[in-house]
């Protein structure tokens, strides 16, 4: 069964646009069962966690449709520009548009139809010119509230291979010896001060090997020991000095989980963008759903002209295949390695599955 969604109580199969867009999307899929009302119109019904009003006047009962779960999309013409504020719970976005219409709800139909969370819906539905799937990024609306660097990051090669994600300083070594092509320190436990010597027993234990070392959240900590680069959430890129570690040569990279968070790191202009999770992956708590290789596919045909892209997320040997299949330039693995009975083998299998492995030893 696919996702269902009503327009104003009717099934968007009955709006022409609707229909439309979905002629130009192609087959929506049947991995889901969830169920959208988009409302227009006072809503019939109470707010339910997927129920979205949209453009609700201000005389309505808002805060209590909020309170109860439902989300809101506010739209308006503001200096020339289209601008959207979607809330929900107590989480808010607002983007610009070039595109100075009125949100088409049949359009956004569309896209929860193919299901896309509806903060992501709704930057698909900005984008959408009616002739098939937006894949250029200068339609896409722009994260009116985001950090931003005042000049792009230094480059991450393109199609660089391997990526593991480690806790140890230790673990690091052990992957620069069987030549790894790139390593993230990330341990989430170990104190400010003992974080500092790990990061710098791992620049040693890169240091004379072709292994690129990423250093996870720590960016002060990176920049005084002259890391190659950082890696940062979305929570991290609000708060960290974009612009200091542009200058101290920093390469950046930040995890994104969806279109929307895609902008929001595009306006950083970082050296690679990790895409994720893939799949489930039991080794932290997601807030959203795997994306699956049909949206990874997707993000890549957005994304890969402007940045390296990072898949991470439950990959392993069984399913890395399909992971370079979608044209990533990493994969990023951490229990395939870590909790591998013999690292060393699960290294050399997981590197003999990589493509551009193959390409550097012809």
Request: hydrophobic fraction near 45%; charged fraction near 20%.
């Amino acid at each position: 069964m696919s996702v269902a969604v009503y327009i104003d109580g009717q099934p968007a199969e009955e709006f022409a646009t609707y229909r439309m867009a979905l002629e130009a999307l192609g087959p929506a899929p049947d991995e889901s069962q969830q169920v959208f009302e988009l409302w227009t119109a006072p809503p019939k019904d109470d707010a339910a966690p997927r129920s979205v009003w949209l453009n609700p006047p201000l005389s309505a009962p808002w805060r209590d449709w909020l309170m109860a779960g439902g989300a809101i999309v506010k739209s308006s013409i503001v200096a020339g520009e289209a601008q959207d504020r979607l809330c929900w719970g107590r989480s808010a976005v607002r983007v610009r548009s070039a595109l100075h219409g009125p949100l088409d709800p049949a359009v956004l139909a569309a896209f929860l139809a193919q299901d896309f969370p509806l903060v992501d819906a709704l930057m698909l539905a900005r984008a959408f010119r009616g002739e098939g799937w937006p894949y250029d990024l200068s339609a896409y609306p722009v994260p009116a509230d985001g950090p931003k660097c005042d000049a792009p990051f230094a480059e991450f090669p393109r199609h660089a291979g391997l990526y593991a994600v480690v806790p140890t300083s230790e673990w690091v070594r052990r992957l620069a010896e069987v030549n790894l092509p790139v390593v993230q320190l990330r341990d989430k436990r170990t104190a400010h001060t003992e974080f500092a010597l790990n990061i710098q027993q791992a620049i040693r234990a890169v240091s004379g090997t072709p292994t690129r070392l990423f250093i996870n959240d720590h960016w002060q900590l990176a920049i005084e020991h002259g890391a190659y680069g950082v890696h940062l959430g979305q929570e991290d890129i609000g708060t960290a000095d974009l612009n200091a570690m542009q200058r101290a040569g920093l390469r950046l990279g930040i995890s994104t989980h969806g279109i929307y968070e895609m902008l929001r790191a595009h306006a950083c202009r970082p050296s690679y963008l990790a895409l994720g999770a893939i799949f489930a992956t039991a080794t932290k708590t997601m807030a959203t759903s795997p994306q699956g290789l049909r949206r990874l596919r997707h993000y890549v045909r957005l994304m890969s002209p402007h940045y390296p892209l990072v898949a991470i997320g439950g990959i392993d040997l069984t399913r890395i295949a399909r992971v370079w299949a979608t044209g990533v330039d990493c994969a990023a693995v951490l229990r395939a390695i870590v909790d591998a009975a013999d690292y060393r083998r699960a290294a050399s299998d997981l590197l003999d599955a990589t493509p551009m492995n193959h390409e550097a030893g012809a």
